[in-house]
């Protein structure tokens, strides 16, 4: 193997205590963040959204080719563009085109609690939308072909660091994966080594909006872990 340099690396030193008393507070944070599916046109700075890519792509990621990119869209005609050819796939997998479904019939049944449809003007309103897109190549570099490797993982991760970021800056947001997704790689000039992962949508609650009552339903700690 070559020869690799290293550079010294330590974190901030804390108690046991304030260890504890930290996480809890980020947890506590974080159980206050919702999927939001009704924005405002309020706006918000463009810092914020740069602090947030920023944050994601610090993510750990297979041999540090940070397999992503991120297009930060508040173009009122890409938005709509991007609505447009979402709501076309949407009412194919709801069925809305005349023709059967795309979505089995439990896929249909699980989304039913969550009240959710083929219309999407979130897609508009809200100020900002994040297009995440997943490199399966191109290295470090970006030459378009090198082999990028657990991309799905390191991308995976790196959306969830984008969503905690844009929650700990007070802004509402909402996954949304239209399949396929192939339109939205044309829309934003994306090569064809780039899979289209989802559009992370960044804003303000509308006046009035609510979330379901299905969806603050988490499973508790002893549900989802496992002590060994």
Not at 1 to 15: C, G, Q, R, V, W
Not at 58 to 72: D, I, L, Y
Not at 135 to 140: E, F, N, P, S, Y
Not at 185 to 196: A, F, L, Q, V
Request: with cysteine; aromatic share 8%; net charge negative.
């Amino acid at each position: 193997m070559k020869n690799h340099e290293t550079l010294p690396y330590a974190i901030p030193k804390f108690s046991d205590e304030e260890k504890i008393a930290r996480a809890r507070a980020q947890r506590d944070s974080l159980k206050q963040r919702r999927s939001c599916r009704y924005f405002s046109d309020a706006p918000v700075p463009r810092e914020v959204i740069e602090a947030a890519i920023e944050a994601a792509g610090t993510a750990p990621n297979g041999a540090n080719h940070q397999p992503w990119h991120f297009v930060a869209i508040s173009s009122a005609e890409t938005k709509a563009a991007i609505r447009k050819a979402a709501e076309e796939e949407e009412r194919a997998f709801y069925g809305e085109e005349g023709d059967a479904p795309k979505a089995s019939d439990k896929w249909l049944e699980a989304l039913s609690d969550l009240g959710t449809d083929a219309d999407k003007p979130f897609l508009e309103t809200a100020p900002w939308l994040i297009a995440v897109f997943a490199q399966r190549k191109g290295g470090i570099e970006e030459d378009g072909e090198t082999q990028n490797y657990y991309v799905n993982e390191s991308v995976g991760i790196a959306c969830g660091m984008l969503i905690t970021t844009l929650h700990e800056a007070g802004c509402a947001t909402l996954t949304h994966t239209p399949s396929p997704m192939g339109f939205l790689r044309n829309i934003c000039g994306r090569p064809e080594y780039e899979k289209p992962l989802m559009i992370v949508v960044v804003g303000q609650p509308s006046e009035g909006a609510t979330v379901p009552v299905h969806a603050v339903n988490k499973k508790p700690l002893s549900q989802i872990s496992t002590w060994l």
